[in-house]
């Protein structure tokens, strides 16, 4: 494995913002933001993923056509790298979160129905632009 990924995470009360930065042989290639529900002792679908380091495989299902399925996270399952924009507020088209514990990935932060707290912006292009980065390929995604 030539490329991994590392999140720098930055915690707040409703969600947990991030930086993700992707690398081949430890050069980066890529970089965006992140969004994950607030740390909540591991609970599945209400607290995002613990710190540590994790296989990630490519993914395909129907809802989420193209993404990344972390592996082996400790008491979850299912925990994926997709597109999502409302997290620490309800999405104003389904009324709740876009995440139950899973990882969103954009480029940039803003209040996109003017309830006062951020979202994630420019949600599927980024994810277009990682699967074409990362590829198919297994990688170690490293969460600090």
Not at 21 to 29: A, L
Request: hydrophobic share 35%; glycine share 8%.
């Amino acid at each position: 494995m030539n490329k991994s990924a590392t999140i720098t995470r930055i915690p707040q009360d409703k969600q947990t913002l991030g930086k993700w930065i992707s690398y081949e042989n430890g050069k980066v290639i890529f970089a965006c933001d992140t969004i994950e529900l607030p740390y909540i002792n591991n609970q599945k679908q209400i607290s995002c993923v613990p710190k540590g380091v994790y296989l990630v495989k490519y993914r395909e299902s129907a809802k989420y056509p193209r993404h990344y399925h972390l592996q082996d996270v400790p008491n979850r399952d299912l925990i994926l790298v997709h597109q999502a924009n409302f997290v620490g507020s309800k999405n104003p088209k389904t009324h709740k979160a876009d995440l139950l514990g899973c990882i969103g990935v954009g480029n940039g932060y803003g209040d996109i129905d003017g309830d006062g707290t951020v979202e994630l912006l420019k949600s599927t292009p980024t994810l277009k632009k990682l699967l074409e980065v990362m590829g198919k390929e297994d990688f170690y995604l490293t969460i600090i």
